[in-house]
């Protein structure tokens, strides 16, 4: 096989679609990736603070999940078996049933989408509005849900919508997130709207959310206003969905980016690190009385990933069998804390955003984050941003990230700030 990449470059601009984005702010080509380092083609190393976009919480290529992968495909194992039951499946179920959900007291069937987040948010969508006989399903300012046409009808981004080229978004009424309007209580205000029968909006069959707004700027939900979503919820007869694609799976530094709070969602969406290993695996947890699908109701091709259930089934028996993992995330979170005040110092007017492992700085310019982000690039460190106007400066780490590793991504990231930054000026003497 030929290891000649020089032409590469020429094959990415000749073929393929302009959609492409990411390798748009990382022009190299990369070969190799383990942990949290990623090698190019001219062997040149990247720290990697975005992680598959939180794909890969727990880096590239984790020894365990890949032994077990590879075992698994050396023997022959299922590669692909629509819905039927395997064993690698029950296996997936089984850890999953042990280590994630009887610990927390949830009783969750759990339904297989297709393969990326956005199916799990079109299965969510579809089955409250199975389940409640309305159509409205009220989404939030700022919210990211996916990019197909359900799930891009309750995204706020006026760029990710402008995608649909004027194809139908309706049936969703966009409301105020929580501190989106400032010091305004958002709860009242949505409170307020439900209970006004001449609001315009109508009776909701679902709410959804995200616990923390990854693409929408980092924005983090209070508890109150979690909780408050929740009550709403019950008394309008409407479902609870918790979109925990990006700010679940440890992320948040607990398996759920909610368990800090006293909700019980009606769905929960899963994807992104779901199989550990970056594999496509998307499913839907759905309280047990909701589960109302007929068969093959909802389906699709690629519904469970074999090879994912292997590789998502180490993952939760060698990070999830005890809380060691989760008091590591603690102290991780700590660290990026302290190291984030450091930077948020140095730049006028910024300020932290974010909550757990999933932390950034709005640095107040989409301009000035994207100049920071590619001189970054420039010094070996991968980072991205995130928000309306791309404002913020998101470092999404694999969790599993050694601590040496992780302040040499920071030491790359604050030399990029203060160089991007201009110093102040002394004041003339009068």
């Not at 197909?148 to 309706?170: P, Q, V, Y």
């Amino acid at each position: 096989m030929s290891t000649d990449t020089s032409a590469e470059p020429n094959i990415f601009e000749r073929r393929e679609s302009e959609a492409r984005s990411y390798c748009r702010s990382f022009p190299t080509t990369f070969t190799k990736a383990q942990g949290s380092v990623m090698t190019d083609a001219e062997g040149n190393e990247y720290i990697d603070f975005l992680a598959g976009c939180s794909s890969l919480n727990y880096g590239h290529n984790d020894p365990d999940m890949k032994a077990a992968l590879i075992e698994h495909i050396s023997n022959d194992g299922i590669a692909h078996g629509l819905d039927m039951y395997t064993a690698e499946k029950a296996k997936f179920l089984e850890a999953f049933e042990t280590h994630i959900l009887e610990p927390r007291g949830m009783d969750y069937k759990i339904m297989m989408t297709g393969p990326t987040g956005t199916n799990a948010v079109e299965a969510a969508m579809k089955l409250a509005r199975k389940i409640t006989g309305r159509k409205n399903i009220i989404a939030f300012t700022n919210g990211f849900h996916g990019m197909t046409m359900g799930a891009l009808s309750l995204t706020g981004n006026a760029g990710k919508r402008g995608g649909a080229g004027g194809g139908h978004l309706g049936d969703v009424t966009h409301l105020p997130y929580d501190k989106s309007l400032g010091d305004t209580d958002t709860l009242e205000l949505i409170e307020a709207m439900l209970e006004n029968g001449s609001s315009g909006v109508d009776a909701p069959a679902a709410f959804i959310f995200e616990p923390i707004q990854g693409e929408g700027g980092l924005n983090a939900a209070s508890k109150e206003w979690m909780e408050g979503v929740a009550r709403l919820a019950k008394k309008h007869g409407a479902m609870l969905i918790v979109d925990d694609i990006q700010s679940g799976i440890g992320r948040t530094g607990t398996y759920f980016g909610f368990e800090h709070t006293e909700i019980e969602p009606d769905m929960i969406t899963q994807a992104k690190s779901l199989s550990g290993f970056g594999l496509p695996f998307a499913a839907l947890l759905i309280k047990r009385e909701h589960d109302i699908w007929k068969p093959a109701e909802h389906n699709g091709t690629f519904r469970g990933n074999t090879h994912a259930f292997v590789t998502g089934r180490v993952a939760i028996e060698k990070f999830w069998a005890d809380d060691s993992f989760q008091k590591e995330l603690a102290e991780k979170d700590a660290l990026m804390k302290k190291r984030l005040t450091e930077i948020s110092e140095i730049v006028p007017g910024s300020r932290l955003k974010g909550r757990g492992l999933m932390r950034g700085v709005d640095v107040g310019s989409g301009d000035l984050a994207g100049e920071i982000c590619a001189k970054c690039f420039e010094n070996g460190l991968i980072i991205e941003t995130s928000g309306a106007d791309d404002e913020v400066v998101k470092v999404l780490c694999a969790l599993t990230i050694p601590t040496e590793t992780l302040n040499k991504g920071f030491d790359i990231l604050f030399s990029a700030v203060r160089d991007c930054v201009p110093a102040e000026q002394p004041m003339a003497a009068e």
